[in-house]
């Protein structure tokens, strides 16, 4: 086969080959490069890191506000992201530069977030490379959209197709949770469980390019193989000039994350949506050691809401009416509705995908951005865990201090400060 002098891009079009999750040495990099299956079986749950727990592992209280993600699934396809076929004759050989049209575009995503911003999907993915032995994409990018010119030398005749390839890695993936475990005969222990929160993933490994012809011998599932395929290697008849119309750009990063459902606000009577039953008093959700309070502003503009010390009033701003509804994996969605206000805790769908986005209180409504989890220890104990629904996020903040914000984590609070204690006002 042909060796490659050089290549470019036409116009700004390549982009994101900035972050990669290093996980094998090169030799076994380069024999995945050759050896991967071109469509490979779903394989069983992932490879995780010694010190990540796995499912059914037990957890402590410290564990609650916590969460990590594993892999259920992987799966390997060889993908031609720009093809050209090129005839050469005796008369034309040596260097030429060829214009490939786009074939595919491939975007990082994890679950419905492909802005990658959170330490959950990039765990999730480094996860990903450590259980197949290769190296992926692991922050937001995207293979070009644009065209691209590959200048090769071509030293001998012959139908080519000139490439640049890569092996689409896609899957399903859970979320692990610390939440009380019932074991039999009235006893209970906290141990890590499937989450509510579960999607599929997809990345890709390195980019490369090259030149094959049909009577060259490559591996089945390689990616020259792949542009073989594309080529039309076995037809009776080549044509002078293949260029297949190119399939639709993956969809765009913001259309990854499909766009919150339109909220309904509840009826006028202040009744809850169906399916949920308030309890009939009010809980505060404190810190550790009991000194502050998530607070809803009353008369502020700004509704974020913070950590303070325990109001004074009766029906003050740090309580909180807890409405249960539909289960998920037997945990049940929570409304958490303000004693003083009125409104809903929620999670502001402007910086619904940010790390460390601050919680609201936000007139309440059919919104998955205002359905939360809780987590909880062994009976007898009152510390709880927060989880967002739509988000998956877990609840925390950065200190312990007066007009701290309670935040989201993708993965929670490594140091623990994401538990907190669930008390009866």
Known sequence: MSSMRHSRSSG????????????AVSTLAAAVATAAPAEAAPSKAAAVAADQPKLGDACTPADLGKRYPYIKSTQIVPTITHFKGWYVTEGTMGSQTVETSTQTVITVSVGLNASIQGSFQIEALAQVGASLGISVQASYSHTSSESKSITWD??????????????????????????????????????????PE???????????????????????????????????????????????????????????KPAVKAAVDWPPTGNVPAGFTCDAGYY???????????????????NSITLKTASMFGNGPDQWQ?????????NAEQILINRGTGKCLAVPQATASSEGAALVQ?????????????YRDVPGSDKIGVQNKYTGFMMGHDRNAQDQPVRQYSMGRADGSGTYVLVKA
């Open 12 to 23: 700004r079009g390549r982009r994101g080959l900035t972050v990669l999750i290093a996980v």
């Open 154 to 195: 071509f030293r001998r005749p012959g139908y080519y197709a000139l490439y640049e390839g890569t092996r689409k890695v896609t899957g399903q993936y859970g979320s692990l949770n610390c939440n009380r475990v019932s074991l039999g005969n009235g006893s209970y222990a906290t141990k890590w469980v499937d989450g």
């Open 198 to 256: 579960a999607g599929s993933y997809t990345t890709y490994t390195t980019l490369e390019e090259g030149a094959v012809r049909c009577e060259d011998a490559v591996p089945a599932s390689s990616i020259m193989r792949k542009a073989q395929d594309i080529l039309g290697c076995g037809a009776a008849l080549a044509r002078t000039e293949r260029a297949p119309a190119a399939d639709k750009a993956s969809v765009s990063a913001n259309a990854q």
């Open 362 to 374: 936000d007139d309440c409504k059919v919104d998955d951005l205002q359905r939360f989890f809780v």
């Open 284 to 302: 505060k959700i404190a810190t550790q050691d009991r000194s502050l309070f998530w607070s809803a502003p009353i008369l502020s503009l700004d």
């Open 322 to 330: 807890m409405c249960h509804g539909p289960q998920t994996n037997g």
